[in-house]
């Protein structure tokens, strides 16, 4: 098929008939893998705070601030990042802000100040927030739509290895070399991942929506050479696709069409909420087990067995997005996370048995990593290919924006209200993001993007 004749129609059903393939495989795996070294570096220094703290002289609200700076450069590079992948490409971006916030975070492993600590940490919090919404909206137009939930799910259910990996490396690097070396740990793995991303293609729908047409043909064409190569025969002929509305104008602007604006003021609430409740737990989680009686190192070794779920229930979540629904999930998970983060809160208050402890934190983890799995799979679905970018990047945005207030709000609540009214300020976030998903989500399962754009 000659570029001349390429249409964004031809070029969506060429590329919705394509099975999975080796092609899909590489595109997932190398998203995935930089996906769990974000995870990795947030997760790191809720882990090792109590040592790095200790060693800088940091007060609690000086700590809240090191983990509200991180969020306010997650905060800048989403907005930035989603922006630029989509006039700039997914590649470009999501290649280069793997390598600022690995380097930031090997060079945060030789600060001396606190003042130091807090412009590395917005640095690396930039390369973060960048990469991560474009990770999704890449794998989301690079896969077939019957794939699409689950492979987006499982990207997110990385997280749970980057957490593990972080508790890991703290539990046995940390107590023999101390916290410094935690950070440089993940430099060698992230660049090797960089590097193989080089391989991998542009996506053909990003071209087209920029008018390059004989880049998108070239990029298409190489992928059904692999696809064919792979299976031994050629491809089936591609089902007709409706024709397909593009939108004009300044990107941000699209957002707030009639067809959208439902759609972001749900994504940027769910966003908001959920980031809060997941941050609000996590980053103080290792120092309030400290705090309710439990050593530095047992609070992260209890952490490390809670995470052990988030792969699985990771994988779960995505299995069931593509089965069930993009939404009634959501909704379901968030609730329980809700309820679960109370449980927990007050089992620490009690000071409950370890075992009876440890069921009620694995609990609270696994629905919110099942919530995740289907969020991250759900978000870039909402918006066309010229927006996806932005318009995935300013939800997540909302979400830093969550995730910057909160550990803050929980350190300021905590001398005030205790431990489990804090907790349950945290689980009320949770909800409140189920209901608005329950009032304002729309249904995304089994539709191929453009027609989920349509309508």
Request: hydrophobic share 50%; with cysteine; glycine share 10%.
């Amino acid at each position: 098929m000659s570029s001349s004749i390429l249409t964004l129609e031809s070029l969506v059903g060429r590329m919705e008939r394509l099975p999975f393939s080796g092609i899909h495989k590489k595109v997932f795996g190398l998203s995935a893998a930089g996906y769990l070294f974000d995870a990795y570096d947030m997760a790191l220094l809720s882990f090792i705070m109590p040592a790095l703290s200790k060693d800088l002289n940091l007060s609690a609200v000086q700590t809240g601030l090191v983990f509200s700076v991180s969020f306010l450069g997650m905060l800048c590079g989403a907005l930035l990042g989603g922006t630029l992948s989509d006039h700039l490409g997914r590649l470009k971006v999501f290649k280069y802000t793997l390598l600022i916030f690995s380097f930031a975070t090997a060079i945060t492993g030789l600060v001396q100040s606190y003042e130091a600590l807090l412009v590395l940490r917005f640095i690396t919090g930039f390369g973060l927030g960048g990469e991560q919404p474009v990770v999704f909206t890449y794998v989301s137009e690079m896969v077939p739509n019957q794939y699409r939930g689950r492979l987006n799910g499982l990207t997110e259910a990385m997280w749970g290895f980057g957490m593990l990996l972080a508790a890991g490396v703290t539990f046995f690097i940390v107590p023999v070399y101390g916290w410094r070396w935690a950070f440089f740990a993940g430099i060698l793995p992230a660049c090797l991942i960089w590097y193989f991303r080089l391989g991998i293609p542009e996506s053909p729908r990003w071209f087209m929506i920029k008018g390059q047409h004989h880049d998108a043909e070239r990029q298409l064409e190489l992928i059904e050479k692999e696809v064919e190569k792979e299976l031994g025969k050629s491809l089936p002929e591609p089902k007709p696709v409706d024709k397909i509305h593009t939108e004009k104008g300044v990107k941000f602007s699209v957002l707030f069409r009639p067809l959208y604006s439902k759609r972001t003021i749900m994504l940027w609430l769910l966003w908001f909420c959920a980031l809060f409740g997941y941050w609000g737990l996590n980053t103080w989680l290792p120092t309030l087990l400290k705090q309710a009686g439990y050593s530095m190192y047992a609070s992260i070794g209890y952490v490390f067995i809670m995470n052990t779920v988030w792969v699985p229930s990771g994988i779960l979540g995505s299995y069931l997005s593509d089965r069930i629904g993009r939404k009634y999930p959501i909704v379901f998970y968030l609730v329980f996370a809700g309820i679960t983060t109370l449980v927990y809160g007050w089992a620490l208050t009690q000071q409950l048995p370890l075992g009876i402890m440890l069921s009620c934190g694995i609990a609270a983890v696994l629905f919110m990593a099942g919530a995740f799995a289907v969020i991250y799979a759900y978000t870039p679905e909402n918006y066309p290919t010229e927006v996806r970018g932005t318009g995935t990047g300013t939800a997540n945005g909302w979400g830093r924006i969550g995730g910057m207030i909160a550990p803050t709000v929980v350190g300021y609540l905590y001398p005030i209200i205790g431990l489990y009214f804090t907790l349950g300020a945290v689980a009320s976030a949770f909800v409140l993001a189920a209901i608005v998903v329950a009032m304002l989500g729309t249904e995304t399962k089994g539709k191929n993007l453009e027609a989920i754009s349509q309508h």
